[in-house]
C-alpha cells in the first residue's frame, strides 16, 4: 500500500497520538500504529490507521516513527523494541514531556543503533491536537527536522526548530510552567466571579475579549463554565507528571519559581479528591470547594455556544 504523501509509524495513540494518526491519515499519509490499549486499537483501526502488533513492526515498516507516549520506561522499551528489530535506519521523532536525562538516554542507545532520535514536544492540548491548533518544537539533527517539515504539517500548524536536541524539551518546560499558572489563575478568576453572583458564560465572553485575557483562559475556561470535566484532554494525573519535570528541572538549574510551585497544591487537591482522570480545568472545582461555593443547578449545564 502506498500513497502520495509516505508511511508514517505512530507508537502511543491516546489523547496526542490519536490525534496525530487521524489528522495524518486526513492527510493523505500511510499510517502504522501500535498502542497496548485494545479499544484505542480498534478506535484507531476504524480510522483507517493500520494497527501493527508491537514497536518492533511499526519501525519494519515505517521509515519515520512518531513517539508519544505516557511515561518514561513506555519510552525505553519502545526504544530497545526498535533497536531489537534490527531494521534499516530510521528517524524518530519523540514527542513525549520527559525529563532532559531520559530523552537524552533514549537518543544515545538509538545513535548507537543507527537511527536518528529528534526531541519534538508538542505546545497544545488534546482539544487542539484533534483541530491541527498545535504547534511541534523540534530540535537534533536539522536535515532530518527539514525531512519532517511536510510529516508535521499534517497535524500542527507550525514548527519551531529550536537546535540542538534537548532544547525543545527545555522551551517545553518554559511553556508548560506558564500553562500551570494561567490555568490556575482561569479557575480562581473564574470562582472570584461566580462567588460575586456573576454568571459563569458572561465571565468568559467578558473576559476573553479584554487585557485579562490568555489562551489558556480561551481553551480552560468554557470547560470551566460548563462545570464538567470528564472529557479530558489533558488529565490531571498525566499533568502532574509534567508538573514533576517541570519542578525538578527548574531546581536543578537553580531558576525560582514561586507561582508555579503556588499552583501545585491546587493540582494535589485534585488528585486527592479523586479528578486523577479528569481534565486539569478541574482545578476550578477545586478552588469552588475551597471557597464554600456551591453553583445552582443551571449553571452546570452544556455552555451556551
Keep these: 500500500m502506498t500513497t502520495a504523501k509516505?508511511?508514517?509509524?505512530?507508537?502511543?495513540?491516546?489523547?496526542?497520538?490519536?490525534?496525530?494518526?487521524?489528522?495524518?491519515?486526513?492527510?493523505?499519509?500511510?499510517?502504522?500504529?501500535?498502542?497496548i490499549d485494545p479499544n484505542t486499537r480498534r478506535t484507531l483501526a476504524r480510522a483507517g490507521v493500520e494497527i501493527a502488533e508491537g514497536a518492533g513492526e511499526v519501525a519494519a515498516?515505517?521509515?519515520?516513527?512518531?513517539?508519544?507516549?505516557?511515561h518514561p520506561n513506555a519510552l525505553h522499551e519502545t526504544v530497545a523494541d526498535i533497536v531489537a528489530a534490527r531494521v534499516p535506519a530510521r528517524i524518530?521523532?519523540?514527542?513525549?514531556?520527559?525529563?532532559?536525562?531520559?530523552?537524552?538516554?533514549?537518543?544515545?542507545?538509538?545513535?548507537?543503533a543507527g537511527h536518528t532520535m529528534l526531541d519534538c514536544p508538542?505546545?497544545?492540548?488534546?482539544?487542539?491536537?484533534?483541530?491541527?491548533?498545535?504547534?511541534?518544537y523540534a530540535s537534533g539533527d536539522p536535515r532530518a527536522v527539514r525531512r519532517l517539515r511536510p510529516l508535521f504539517?499534517?497535524?500542527?500548524?507550525?514548527?519551531?526548530?529550536?537546535?540542538?536536541?534537548?532544547?525543545?524539551?527545555r522551551m517545553k518546560y518554559v511553556a508548560n510552567?506558564?500553562?500551570a499558572i494561567h490555568n490556575v489563575a482561569t479557575a480562581e478568576a473564574m470562582v472570584l466571579g461566580m462567588?460575586?453572583?456573576?454568571?459563569?458564560?458572561?465571565?468568559?465572553?467578558?473576559?476573553?475579549t479584554g487585557a485579562g485575557n490568555s489562551r489558556v483562559f480561551e481553551l480552560r475556561a468554557p470547560t470551566m463554565v460548563a462545570g464538567n470535566y470528564d472529557d479530558a484532554t489533558m488529565k490531571v494525573k498525566v499533568w502532574q507528571k509534567d508538573m514533576q519535570v517541570i519542578g525538578d528541572f527548574a531546581r536543578s538549574i537553580g531558576a525560582r519559581t514561586p507561582l508555579?510551585?503556588?499552583?501545585?497544591?491546587?493540582?494535589?487537591?485534585?488528585?486527592?479528591?479523586?479528578?486523577?482522570?479528569?481534565?486539569?480545568?478541574?482545578?476550578?472545582?477545586?478552588?469552588?470547594?475551597?471557597?464554600?461555593?456551591?453553583?445552582?443547578?443551571?449553571?452546570r449545564g452544556r455552555r451556551r455556544k
Excluded at 155 to 165: D, K, P, T
Design 6 to 35: 509516505g508511511t508514517v509509524g505512530i507508537i502511543g495513540m491516546g489523547i496526542m497520538g490519536g490525534a496525530f494518526a487521524r489528522n495524518l491519515v486526513t492527510a493523505g499519509w500511510r499510517v502504522i500504529g501500535h498502542d
Design 61 to 70: 515498516i515505517a521509515p519515520v516513527i512518531i513517539t508519544s507516549l505516557p
Design 92 to 112: 524518530v521523532a519523540e514527542a513525549s514531556t520527559f525529563t532532559l536525562e531520559d530523552k537524552l538516554k533514549a537518543e544515545r542507545t538509538l545513535r548507537r
Design 122 to 136: 508538542i505546545s497544545g492540548t488534546g482539544s487542539q491536537a484533534r483541530v491541527k491548533d498545535i504547534v511541534v
Design 153 to 169: 504539517a499534517g497535524f500542527s500548524r507550525g514548527v519551531h526548530e529550536l537546535g540542538a536536541f534537548g532544547n525543545s524539551s
Design 177 to 179: 510552567l506558564l500553562v
Design 195 to 208: 462567588k460575586a453572583g456573576l454568571d459563569p458564560q458572561s465571565i468568559y465572553e467578558t473576559i476573553r
Design 260 to 299: 508555579f510551585s503556588a499552583t501545585r497544591p491546587i493540582y494535589d487537591a485534585a488528585i486527592r479528591g479523586g479528578r486523577a482522570m479528569q481534565d486539569t480545568a478541574a482545578v476550578c472545582a477545586v478552588l469552588e470547594t475551597m471557597s464554600g461555593m456551591r453553583r445552582p443547578r443551571k449553571a
